[in-house]
């Protein structure tokens, strides 16, 4: 009877865990990137969203596992109707225990929707994510006026005209 008893314990643990689903230490998702205006102490994102209205932009970078490598690639994609357009790519050095990285403002170079992917130079995806440029509209200030009353131009010319004669 005990080895039944373990029996049923070890089958009830092993299908809780399948019910569960995969850990995210295990899991093969990549994590999220996560865009936003900065980050505090804490590693927190400030102001994130997915649309902006300035070019410059941060990206936190959160795996479900550790990176486990000594270099990751970054790749900034610009989408559009025919696809997906690579406009950068990049490696750099990280720790292979962590699995968060911070890259503070990154210039995209114009309007539109973008899609970035932390992999490892092996191909595997550890986060990515997508965020879109609004254009920023600004409205034109009315410009000051910059005129002395009964002045025009030609009569300041011709005021500099005569103090730069020479005197005779």
């Not at 373990?6 to 230490?25: D, E, H, K, N």
């Not at 295990?26 to 205006?37: D, L, N, Q, T, Y």
């Not at 610009?78 to 890259?103: C, F, I, K, M, T």
């Not at 995806?125 to 000051?144: A, H, N």
Request: with cysteine.
């Amino acid at each position: 009877m005990k080895q039944c008893g373990f029996s049923c314990l070890i089958l009830a643990l092993f299908l809780c865990a399948w019910a569960a689903g995969p850990s995210p230490a295990s899991a093969a998702e990549p994590g999220r990137a996560i865009f936003c205006k900065g980050i505090t102490e804490n590693w927190e994102p400030i102001e994130p969203a997915e649309i902006f209205e300035t070019n410059v932009i941060s990206t936190l970078f959160k795996s479900a596992r550790p990176f486990g490598n000594m270099k990751m690639i970054l790749s900034i994609y610009l989408e559009s109707a025919q696809g997906q357009e690579l406009l950068h790519r990049e490696s750099g050095d990280v720790n292979p225990a962590w699995n968060v990285l911070y890259l503070g403002d990154i210039p995209l170079p114009a309007v539109g929707t973008y899609s970035f992917v932390l992999s490892s130079p092996a191909g595997e995806d550890f986060s990515s994510g997508r965020v879109t440029i609004k254009e920023k509209t600004v409205e034109k200030p009315i410009p000051e006026k910059n005129e002395v009353e009964g002045t025009t131009l030609e009569g300041l010319f011709k005021k500099f005209k005569e103090q730069t004669k020479p005197k005779s």
